[in-house]
Nanobody, 121 residues
C-alpha cells in the first residue's frame, strides 16, 4: 500500500554529522506531516523533528540548533541533517509519514523500518 524507507544511518564520532533520508512510495494521494522519531535502548520512542506539507517545522528541544529537517513534496522525501552529534543522540531513527491513501481516502501513519545512528565519544 504505502512504503516508507530510511537510509543514511551509521557510526560517527561526537561532533560529527550525518544526513538521514526517507522516501515514501505507493498508493499516495497526499502526504501531510512527515517526521523523524528515535528510540534509544530502554527508552520510549520520541519525536525528533517534523515538517508539515506547508514546510512548517517543529524540533525537540534536545536537537534545536543542531538538526535540520527538510522535505521535497514532489518526490515524497524528507531529510534530517544532523550536526554536532552527541553520544546521547545514539538511537534507532524512524521516519513517519501521515498519508492520505489513494482510492480509499483514508488518513494513516506509516513507519519505516528504522536506521541505526551511533555516536561515539
Amino acid at each position: 500500500q504505502v512504503q516508507v524507507v530510511e537510509s543514511g544511518g551509521g557510526l560517527v564520532q561526537a561532533g560529527g554529522s550525518l544526513r538521514l533520508a526517507c522516501a515514501a512510495s505507493g498508493s499516495i494521494l497526499r502526504i501531510d506531516d512527515m517526521g523523524w522519531y528515535r528510540q534509544a535502548p530502554g527508552k520510549q520512542r520520541e519525536l525528533v523533528a517534523r515538517i508539515s506539507s506547508g514546510l512548517v517545522t517543529y524540533y525537540a528541544d534536545s536537537v534545536k540548533g543542531r538538526f535540520t529537517i527538510s522535505r521535497d513534496n514532489a518526490k515524497n522525501t524528507v531529510h534530517l541533517q544532523m550536526n554536532s552529534l552527541k553520544p546521547e543522540d545514539t538511537a534507532v531513527y524512524y521516519c513517519n509519514a501521515v498519508v492520505i491513501v489513494r482510492d480509499i481516502f483514508t488518513r494513516s501513519a506509516f513507519w519505516g523500518q528504522g536506521t541505526q545512528v551511533t555516536v561515539s565519544s
